[in-house]
């Protein structure tokens, strides 16, 4: 499974936009870049995810590098309630579509 | 219904005791997955079931742990003999299957044997 590197943890200020990256320099060209977070207490939830390009979503925006081996998640707005471990994640047809959680980022918003 | 349902939400189970948790995916997806996370952990992939393939059971720790998908929609999650490196949420998620689409979780079984 190709991994994926992130930070530990990241603190942000409320209201103040937040770029959480990734790491994925073993990416093969059929793997998909997803992020899903988990806020306490609750199963994760789907944040975005895309191939090559740009992504926008209601939640968040998907940056992703030329040569992919690198994503950034951005929050546009950080608030109180996105407090939440990231978890950056590739899947691959190779592999039945699995998702391999890593440890994510622990972001801390601070009011 | 309109998400993945699991049941129990919350279950203490006696060391040798044999447990069953239930996930109800959403109607339709066709892949379903189990995952458990212990304490302040990652999620760790137990079982994969797409559609009617033999399912990926490549992440199950022990051979206490089994799964089983009746029909293509609900699925049990059997731990025989439990022991206590058992307790742990287990996630269920469910999926319309392909890369293309994500997963949609249930809030969990945490399980807690004593």
């Known amino acids: 499974d190709a991994k994926t590197t992130q930070p530990n943890s990241m603190e942000s200020n409320e209201e103040e936009p937040v770029h959480l990256p990734c790491n994925h320099s073993?990416?093969?060209?059929?793997?998909?870049i997803h992020w899903y977070r988990q806020l306490p207490s609750q199963g994760p939830e789907y944040v975005i995810h895309?191939?090559?390009s740009n992504v926008n979503n209601r939640m968040a925006s998907l940056a992703i590098a030329e040569d992919r081996k690198s994503s950034t998640l951005i929050l546009h707005r950080a608030t109180l309630r996105d407090a939440a471990v990231y978890y950056c994640?590739?899947?691959?047809?190779?592999?039945?579509?699995?998702?391999?959680f890593g440890t994510g980022t622990s972001l801390t918003v601070i009011p | 219904g309109a998400g993945v349902s699991q049941s129990p939400s919350n279950k203490v189970t006696e060391k040798g005791k044999d447990v069953e948790l239930r996930c109800d995916p959403i109607?339709?997806?066709?892949?379903l997955y189990w995952y458990r996370q212990s304490l302040g952990q990652g999620l760790e992939f137990l079982i994969y079931?797409?559609?009617?393939?033999?399912?990926?059971k490549s992440g199950l720790p022990s051979d206490r742990f089994s799964a089983e998908r009746t029909g293509g929609s609900v699925s049990t999650l059997t731990i025989q003999r439990t022991q206590q490196e058992d307790s742990a949420v287990y996630l269920c998620?469910?999926?319309?299957?392909?890369?293309?689409?994500?997963?949609?979780f249930g809030s969990g079984t945490r399980l807690t044997v004593v």
């Open positions: 109607s339709g997806h066709t892949a």
């Open positions: 895309g191939l090559t």
């Open positions: 079931f797409q559609g009617n393939s033999a399912p990926d």
């Open positions: 073993t990416i093969s060209g059929t793997d998909y």
């Open positions: 994640i590739l899947t691959s047809p190779n592999t039945g579509n699995q998702f391999y």
């Open positions: 998620a469910s999926s319309i299957g392909g890369e293309l689409y994500g997963y949609t």
